[in-house]
């Protein structure tokens, strides 16, 4: 079973702080995705990363970095917290292969508050 | 004009109906066509896929996909408690595992005993 597990749970910050969240999978996974989830919004990818120190924006990039060093890690960077990125944070991978079957697993996400 | 509409609901249906969700999409580039569950306060898990147009039916979960009409649709028969959850739509164009998903924003389902 592929696992993705996320640093924290629940999480929170203050405006203007410097923020990471942590991704980590153990499956030898090529691709690593970040989004976020709100609600009458639904999923919105910010960012994801084929290959170690690769990376490429999503949607709604604006605000956030990310850094792959590793394979089996991908952290997203909030540089300056807003509390316009209150929101639950996911985490996903995919194989990589182009099979049918590739599709994405969740890790089970972080819920950040920006007060 | 959203890519992907799915009804918010929430749905509230009693044990043992049948349940039809739905989603419509916009782009006819889409022919790769998920189904996620999430259940509160964890992350989505994927319930079923589905390839170009067609049925696919795994146990009490039934899906299928009409790219004639963009439309969508997940069934579940025999509806438990346990399948209360909010059940998310997703497609993409085919390049299976390397591209992002475009998904609806989901639909909440309670099954009451």
């Known amino acids: 079973d592929v696992k993705v597990t996320q640093s924290s749970r629940y999480l929170v910050k203050r405006t203007g702080e410097k923020v990471f969240l942590e991704c980590v999978q153990d499956?030898?996974?090529?691709?690593m995705f970040w989004y976020r989830q709100d609600p009458g919004l639904g999923l919105r990818l910010i960012y994801f990363?084929?290959?170690?120190?690769?990376?490429e924006k999503g949607d709604i990039p604006e605000g956030y970095s990310v850094s792959r060093e590793k394979k089996e890690r991908f952290s997203l960077i909030l540089e300056s917290a807003s509390t316009n990125q209150t929101s639950m944070y996911l985490c996903?991978?995919?194989?990589?292969?182009?099979?049918?079957?590739?599709?994405?697993?969740f890790g089970p996400g972080t819920r950040l508050t920006v007060l | 004009q959203k890519e992907v509409e799915q009804d918010p609901g929430p749905l509230s249906v009693p044990e043992g109906a049948i349940v039809s969700l739905n989603c419509t999409y916009s782009?006819?580039?889409?022919?790769?066509f998920m189904w996620y569950r999430q259940y509160s306060r964890k992350g989505p898990e994927l319930l079923m896929y589905?390839?170009?147009?067609g049925n696919k039916e795994d146990g009490r979960f039934t899906a299928q996909v009409d790219k004639s009409s963009k439309y969508i649709s997940l069934f579940i028969r025999d509806s438990q408690p346990s399948d209360s959850a909010t059940y998310l739509c997703?497609?993409?164009?085919?390049?299976?595992?390397?591209?992002?998903?475009?998904f609806g924003t989901g639909t909440r389902l309670t099954i009451i005993p």
């Open positions: 589905t390839y170009s147009s």
């Open positions: 990363s084929y290959d170690v120190k690769m990376k």
């Open positions: 499956m030898d996974h090529e691709n």
């Open positions: 997703a497609m993409s164009g085919g390049n299976f595992g390397n591209e992002k998903l475009t």
């Open positions: 996903a991978t995919t194989a990589g292969t182009r099979q049918l079957t590739d599709t994405q697993y």
């Open positions: 782009n006819s580039a889409f022919q790769y």
